[in-house]
């Protein structure tokens, strides 16, 4: 199902019943001592000169950048079509709230590349090295499994989704299969070296049983990781205000996941507590940045943000039309002019916000350990 964005705007995502869900807070075990947290790269994000150099103008256009980008067709085949988009309904019209059409696809395509360069051109931040199999849990488009094949050739790898959105042509270790996560797993136990997943919040309902199950199927000494967007706006200079169209679609979002016991994290330590609880050790976490809109000094920050920005219209709609209309009962009018005002929001330079991506991974104990 997904690679998720920024205000939220991406995911990988496969689903769970909405009257199992639970919101997860697991209580600390003192008995496992974790590492401690990365916050490297959480420092305070410097605006770009130019940006600043206009505050009478809002649109980036001023600053010399290009926003807008053709819209995509979608198809509703055998998917339930609601509100113009298409949802997976083989396991249940509620397991996921995220959209599958091929708009949605594009841009989860995009945002893959973009937590890529949020994450320093890396797939993953455990120590993974020469693994025989690896699960990418909520595999979406299937993307991050091919590339991880294409660093990874002698293993084997295994997506998992609850649609079979995933392209015929892969590499030769590459497999796709339609599963809820939320279900029993039927894989053996012990039976992959690396287990992923990311942007899940939409579709899971019990994390505490998935984390149990990515636990039960890690071989002794392998890896799990997990990688979530947060559902918070955030700014370091005091550009964004209570009315900022995007903070008050992000903050009804976060509402409607709330209501249904499927809240996003705010925090790292949220992944933390997760993998802690199940067993794992030598626990690691790290929050990255990912800015909304090219207003970042930094040159990679600052083409991490137009990208986000290239994105954001689609993301918008795909993580919020479920969930405002079918959770929080809103119109289809009004929720779309909570899209518009939060687009605009994205699209003003002068305000120079931000969210973050929490990612953590966590190492099964070998015999004895």
Known sequence: MSSAPSSPAAADSPAA?????????????????????NTSSSGLLEVDPAILANTATSDYESAGYVTTTASLSSSINEYIFENGRRYHAYFGADKNFLPTDEKEQDRMDLH???????????????????????????????????????????????????????????????????????????????SFDFI????????????????????????????????????????????????????????????????????????????????????????????????????????????IGAMVLLQSEAGLEAYGMAPLTRILDMPQEEAHKVFVEAHKAVKNKNYHTYNFFHVGYGRKPRSGE
């Open 17 to 37: 019943e909405p009257t199992s869900a639970t919101a997860p807070s697991p209580e600390t075990i003192t008995s496992v001592t974790a590492a401690p947290v």
């Open 112 to 190: 893959h590349e973009i937590l890529l360069q949020v994450m320093d051109e890396r797939l993953f931040i455990a120590p993974v090295q020469e693994p025989n199999r690896i699960l990418d849990i909520g595999t979406g488009t299937g993307i991050w499994a091919i590339d991880v094949a294409d660093q990874f050739p002698g293993a084997e790898v295994i997506g998992t989704d609850l649609s079979p959105i995933q392209p015929a042509w892969v590499p030769p270790n590459c497999r796709f299969e339609v599963d809820d996560a939320d279900l029993e797993w039927t894989f053996k136990k012990e």
């Open 196 to 303: 992923h997943s990311r942007n899940l919040i939409p579709g899971i309902g019990d994390w505490q049983k998935l984390v149990r199950q990515m636990y039960d199927a890690c071989t002794p000494g392998g890896f799990v990781e997990i990688g979530e967007l947060g559902a918070t706006l955030h700014s370091d200079d005091g550009t964004m205000s209570k009315t900022n169209g995007l903070k008050i679609h992000m903050d009804l979002c976060r509402e409607a996941m709330i209501k249904i016991g499927r809240p996003f994290p705010e925090s790292e330590q949220w992944i933390r507590d997760l993998l802690i609880n199940a067993g794992f050790v030598d626990v690691r976490t790290e929050s990255f940045k990912e800015p909304i809109g090219p207003w970042p000094k930094e040159r990679r920050k600052k083409q």
